[in-house]
């Protein structure tokens, strides 16, 4: 007879993601998942069928989460301030102590690159597609900008994000400002 879960797959899940937002994939063991989600091994195992799995579901667990401030972009009827108050938001959402943790999907791409599994590589390129669309559809906001100056924009602006994900790890407040206004100086 199959025992019944003593946790909710959605709150381990939640432990999971803020342990390899702040080390890694790599830098996070199973013996780690099992202490901060307060699980064994042999039910990671039954539940998400490996550390990788953890991993993606942490990731999906990400994208919700940062809902949060990606749904003012996507309701935001105010062009390019939209855009820069979502990277103003970005940076509190990432904010723990003094310092910010980054973006754990950026952070992900910088750390595993093209060694990411195929599955979890879909779910960060979503990511940034699902971004990438959210930056057009602002930037069409301005009736004055050319189809191909938004989509340089929206490029500029994805990787710009990048950026500031990198930067709020190890930059002061008044440096990552400074990046995002002058972000901003020109678009």
């Not at 797959?9 to 063991?29: C, H, P």
């Not at 091994?41 to 989460?65: C, D, L, R, T, W």
Request: proline residues 1%; hydrophobic residues 35%.
């Amino acid at each position: 007879m199959a025992r019944t879960k003593q946790y909710k797959e959605e709150d381990v899940i939640q432990k999971a993601m803020n342990l390899f937002w702040r080390n890694g994939y790599e830098g996070t063991s199973v013996r780690m998942l099992e202490k901060e989600m307060g699980i064994n091994q042999f039910s990671i195992y039954a539940s998400f069928g490996s550390k990788h799995g953890v991993f993606v579901e942490s990731i999906k667990a990400y994208k919700s989460e940062l809902n949060s401030i990606r749904n003012v972009l996507k309701n935001s009827n105010n062009g390019v301030l939209g855009i820069k108050q979502f990277f103003y938001d970005f940076l509190e959402f990432t904010k723990e102590n003094e310092k910010g943790k980054g973006c754990l999907v950026c952070n992900t791409v910088s750390e595993l690159g093209n060694k990411a599994e195929p599955d979890l590589m879909v779910e960060l390129m979503k990511f940034t597609e699902e971004l990438r669309t959210l930056f057009i559809n602002n930037l069409q906001q301005d009736k004055d900008r050319s189809e191909e100056m938004i989509e340089k924009a929206a490029n500029f602006l994805t990787t710009a994000m990048l950026g500031l994900s990198l930067g709020s790890r190890i930059e002061n407040e008044t440096q990552l400002e400074d990046y995002i206004e002058m972000t901003f100086k020109k678009l």
